[in-house]
């Protein structure tokens, strides 16, 4: 069993200087990426106005599928216009992990 996670850093629009607006960007964000089967949630910068971290963790029988989902899952934040990507943080977790 392989577990992967990854963490996208994104920079809102100008316009999200308010909580309302950042959901506004957010939920539909969250609600794109769980089509790909994954958990996801908002997990960091909840308190900043313009940014946002976005969470995303998938379990596999295998490393490859695990790697496929979070590719997939990066490309469809990057092809966002209305965010920018700043950064992505990945973690791979295999039976050989202590």
């Known amino acids: 069993m392989y577990t992967g996670t990854a963490v996208f850093d994104l920079?809102?629009?100008d316009d999200s200087r308010s909580l309302k607006a950042k959901r506004s960007y957010v939920r539909p964000l969250v609600a794109h990426l769980r089509k790909f089967?994954?958990?996801v949630a908002e997990v960091g910068a909840l308190d900043l106005h313009?940014?946002?971290e976005i969470g995303v963790a998938v379990?596999?029988?295998e490393a490859g599928h695990?790697?496929?989902v979070l590719d997939s899952c990066e490309r469809a934040v990057a092809g966002r216009?209305?965010?920018?990507l700043l950064s992505v943080r990945r973690r791979l977790?295999?039976?050989d992990d202590e």
């Open 37 to 39: 089967e994954v958990s």
């Open 66 to 68: 695990v790697r496929e």
């Open 59 to 61: 379990v596999a029988a």
């Open 81 to 84: 216009p209305e965010v920018e």
């Open 93 to 95: 977790h295999g039976d």
């Open 11 to 13: 920079l809102l629009p």
């Open 50 to 52: 313009g940014r946002t």
